[in-house]
């Protein structure tokens, strides 16, 4: 079966713009969530979308929001970006919970 | 309470040796606590996972000990292979929980 897809696999954005990230999830998951891999903390939490729905939120800023569509597809967003916005950012689709988790392969983000 | 310990940071072991890795918990009411792998321009994926029921779980050449009174469970890699050099994360989460609260990752090298 096809993987999570996440689109584009590498960007360069400049600071203060935006950016928008996608992730296509495992066919028949509905939920997506969205985590921020950096050197210096590692993997963390930035939120779950079930159903369209957003059910859990990391702790990060405004700047950083979500959405999902009716096909599961999501897209994360992350305005006026900062230097330290730069990192991998990893999707990951399951039936419902965090249990079998399958994460796509990532989207790299550079901001300079 | 929400941190996953993991240590230790790198490791290097020969081809054969069996490398282990540690994970230490606070919060008591993670209830499932699954390793992945990861390799350099891919998303971490799931190896082997455990429930605090259990103790030990084996799955190939992996296998999870599981100490809940101590808060503690780790991975030991059976006969490591060159093959099997990556980052591995440990990570935590509630029961039904729909986020995972990751280990800091450790760099496994191992040498032929």
């Known amino acids: 079966k096809a993987g999570v897809t996440q689109t584009p696999r590498y960007l360069i954005k400049t600071r203060g713009q935006q950016v928008t990230l996608s992730c296509s999830p495992i066919?028949?998951?509905?939920?997506v969530s969205w985590y921020q891999q950096t050197p210096g903390q590692g993997l963390q939490f930035l939120f779950e979308?079930?159903?369209?729905?957003?059910?859990n939120k990391g702790n990060f800023p405004g700047r950083f929001s979500g959405r999902q569509f009716s096909n599961s597809r999501s897209e994360m967003n992350v305005s006026t970006l900062e230097l330290g916005d730069s990192a991998l950012y990893l999707c990951a689709s399951s039936w419902g919970t965090s249990r079998g988790y399958t994460f796509g392969s990532g989207t790299r983000l550079t901001v300079v | 309470q929400q941190q996953v310990k993991q240590s230790p940071q790198s490791l290097i072991v020969q081809k054969g040796g069996i490398p282990i890795i540690n994970c230490a918990y606070e919060n008591t009411a993670f209830d499932y606590f699954p390793w992945y792998q990861q390799f350099p321009g891919k998303g971490p994926a799931l190896l082997i996972a455990?429930?605090?029921?259990?103790s030990e779980k084996k799955e190939g050449r992996f296998t999870i000990s599981f100490n809940k009174s101590a808060k503690q469970f780790s991975l030991h890699i059976m006969d490591s292979q060159p093959g099997d050099s990556a980052t591995y994360f440990c990570a935590a989460s509630m029961e039904y929980g729909n986020k995972l609260v990751f280990g800091a990752g450790t760099i496994l090298r191992v040498k032929s």
């Open positions: 455990i429930r605090p029921d259990v």
């Open positions: 979308y079930f159903s369209e729905t957003q059910r």
């Open positions: 066919s028949g998951h509905r939920s």
